[in-house]
T-cell receptor, first 114, second 112 residues
Framework: DAGVIQSPRHEVTEMGQEVTLRCKPISGHDYLFWYRQTMMRGLELLIYFNNNVPIDDSGMPEDRFSAKMPNASFSTLKIQPSEPRDSAVYFC????????????FGPGTRLLVL | LAKTTQPISMDSYEGQEVNITCSHNNIATNDYITWYQQFPSQGPRFIIQGYKTKVTNEVASLFIPADRKSSTLSLPRVSLSDTAVYYCLVGEGNQAGTALIFGKGTTLSVSS
């Protein structure tokens, strides 16, 4: 299995631009999570899905952030408009609901907003 | 969710056993204890999970005393490649769908 795939791996953009991060979970996994990691705040949960349905989006910072999961093999996290304080590493993770609490993380997308 | 407290950093040498202790005084009856490892520029990786007593796998051991207010991750004979950040998490039940709350973690530095 290829593991969780994220793209792009690096993104540099200017303030005000739209940013779209992509994630392909491990085949067969029914939970998908989006996290953000910064030095100041550590690893934070933004939102998670179960069977493509958003379950908890209380971690989404503000309305500029949105996430979708149109099917079991694809999810996006969009930031519009982006701001410098959005600079962070964004991780996608997936797991199977019947297993222990082991989530499988992707390599992350390093976002820099200038 | 129970709050966890673990040392910010630890140093060790190759070949030594490393024990990282995590305090979780408010752990609930249904809470499990889970440890993750994170290397620079990578996502966290699940290491081990336990509820009580001792759990061992090919990577590490997890010791949990009877009161479950703390737990100790034991890494036998560490190598340079074990240099990473280790996170202790406590959460409800054995529900994979439950969101994970990561603390600051313990940065382990292994030297030769």
């Amino acid at each position: 299995d290829a593991g969780v795939i994220q793209s792009p791996r690096h993104e540099v953009t200017e303030m005000g631009q739209e940013v779209t991060l992509r994630c392909k979970p491990i085949s067969g996994h029914d939970y998908l999570f989006w996290y953000r990691q910064t030095m100041m705040r550590g690893l934070e949960l933004l939102i998670y899905f179960n069977n493509n349905v958003p379950i908890d989006d209380s971690g989404m910072p503000e309305d500029r952030f949105s996430a979708k999961m149109p099917n079991a093999s694809f999810s996006t996290l969009k930031i519009q408009p982006s701001e410098p304080r959005d600079s962070a590493v964004y991780f996608c993770a997936s797991t199977i609901g019947s297993q222990e609490r082991a989530q499988y993380f992707g390599p992350g997308t390093r976002l820099l907003v200038l | 969710l129970a709050k966890t407290t673990q040392p910010i950093s630890m140093d060790s040498y190759e070949g030594q056993e490393v024990n990282i202790t995590c305090s979780h005084n408010n752990i609930a009856t249904n809470d499990y204890i889970t440890w993750y490892q994170q290397f620079p520029s990578q996502g966290p990786r699940f290491i081990i999970q336990g509820y009580k007593t001792k759990v061992t796998n090919e990577v590490a051991s997890l010791f949990i005393p009877a009161d479950r207010k703390s737990s100790t991750l034991s890494l036998p004979r560490v190598s340079l490649s074990d240099t990473a950040v280790y996170y202790c998490l406590v959460g409800e039940g054995n529900q994979a769908g439950t969101a994970l709350i990561f603390g600051k973690g313990t940065t382990l530095s292994v030297s030769s």
